[in-house]
């Protein structure tokens, strides 16, 4: 059974930062890209960041380039989410997601997915 397991999510002022965590048991974790995404209420999740199966690619989207960094550990099974110069936009259900194409940024193209962790940045 996989389980994906986000945490490290909270409330934050405008500037501040933030480092999400997200830890996989129940698959070969490095033989699966990764992903963050998120979903605001009104709008549809999106894609914020995915990092390929050793971590030499990485994909920002344009909202998050320069202020996200995505890495990922995979002696842990653990995939990080550092968020600096947050904005009150960022603010989100932030969710941790494995799949097993590289180059699709489409939530669609995830397999497995966690319940989410709550980001939300004060004005």
């Known amino acids: 059974q996989v389980q994906v397991v986000e945490a490290g999510g909270g409330l934050v002022q405008a500037g501040g930062s933030l480092r999400l965590s997200c830890t996989v048991s129940?698959?070969?974790?490095?033989?699966?890209?990764m992903g963050w995404f998120r979903k605001a209420p009104g709008k549809e999740r999106e894609a914020v960041s995915c990092?390929?199966?050793?971590?030499?690619?990485?994909y920002y989207a344009d909202s998050g380039t320069g202020r996200f960094t995505i890495s990922r550990d995979n002696a842990k099974n653990t995939v990080y989410l550092q968020m600096n110069s947050l904005k009150p936009e960022d603010t989100a259900m932030y969710y941790c997601?494995?799949?097993?194409?590289?180059?699709?940024?489409?939530?669609?193209?995830?397999?497995?997915w966690g319940q989410g962790t709550q980001v939300t940045v004060s004005s």
């Open positions: 990092i390929s199966w050793t971590g030499r690619f990485t």
């Open positions: 129940g698959l070969t974790f490095d033989a699966y890209a």
């Open positions: 997601a494995a799949g097993s194409l590289w180059g699709e940024y489409d939530p669609a193209e995830y397999n497995y």
